[in-house]
């Protein structure tokens, strides 16, 4: 009995020590002390004429990647570009010919950049095991997300159609009971997703749920991370089968145009970089030419969003990829109108067909 009450002793005083601050940064902090590096690397070459002509591109270098690090700290890549550049430029500093006698706040100014510089590596690395700790994470499709939920999901109703909606975070982010009041429609986004994500947990999030239909909007991040089209369109194509296999409708939305209209408030919103319109316009244009093959309809909302020079139109969204609410009125019609197409009644076949069908069973 003393053992039993020993354990839950121990783990309480284990849970009142204090816990030790994690390495990485939040974005403020990130931010703070970025601005704090660029000064005094600027600083250090008032002290230090030679510093100041070879150290200039290490310190254009390290603005770049401390502007395009703005509001995304959690990024691996810009701070691994960020943190190389600060490196260079202290061993920089430490070889190049200083005058005598060196002034005692130069030299201060330089061991605050030194120890900056080591925080910024322990971020830099706890970045690195925490992508590690996501790639070998027992739920890579994050099926956990709406384990509950579908749990909770009432049956199908008659007479009322189950519309899944499937995609990335332009689905997660639209409250369909406001734009679709009175409809079977469930929501079954998750920002971030990849297709082959989204094929892991097609089962669980859309056939187990014995929809009429489900509509698919997703691509636009894999393009994001270097996916290339041929990839992309196997996973169409396999949940595709899927969908085939257990009778489900399918609606294939088109990847949404992208712009870089909102760059000027934040460096993120440069989207044209990470996802090329001409890749974008490429994948459209096979899911069409897929959705003719199959029998599949085909959502355009690309055409309905896209200005004339093939870019997300300014006003329907606020970062140039996601819709705001205005976006999202453009599209709920556009949906409506798709599901309605393939939630009426299917026509019947033509007697002669349906004979020539019975009489090649009977063979």
Known sequence: MKRLLILPALILTALAQPQPPSPVLTTRDA??????????????????????????????????????????AGNVGFTYAFLTSMRAYIVLSDSVP????????????????RDIGTRIESHFRALLDQREAQLRSPDRDNLRRYTEANQRQPPPQSGKPRIVFYGDSITDGWRLNEYFPDQDFVNRGISGQITS??????????????????????????????????????????????ADKNKIKMIWASVL?????????????????GRPPIYIKALNDWLKSFCEQRGYTYLDYYSAMADSAGMLKADLADDGLHPNSAGYRVMAPLALAAVQKVSGPAPAQPRKQRKRLFNLGDK
């Open 98 to 113: 200083k005058p005598f006698p060196f002034p005692q706040e130069a030299a201060r100014q330089l061991g605050e950049l």
């Open 257 to 273: 145009p992208v712009s870089d209209y909102h760059k000027d408030t934040n460096p993120a919103y440069e989207m044209t970089k």
């Open 31 to 72: 931010n703070d002390l970025l601005t704090r590096s660029l000064q005094l690397m600027e600083a250090a070459t008032v002290a230090t004429p030679e510093l100041s002509r070879a150290g200039a591109p290490l310190i254009e270098n390290a603005r770049q990647a401390a502007t395009n690090l703005r509001g995304r």
């Open 197 to 242: 994500e989204m094929l892991g947990r097609f089962k669980a999030d859309v056939i187990d749920l014995k929809p009429d239909a489900v509509l698919v909007l997703a691509g636009t991040n894999d393009l994001a991370r270097g996916y290339n089209l041929i990839a992309i369109e196997n996973y169409y194509a396999m949940m595709g089968d899927l």
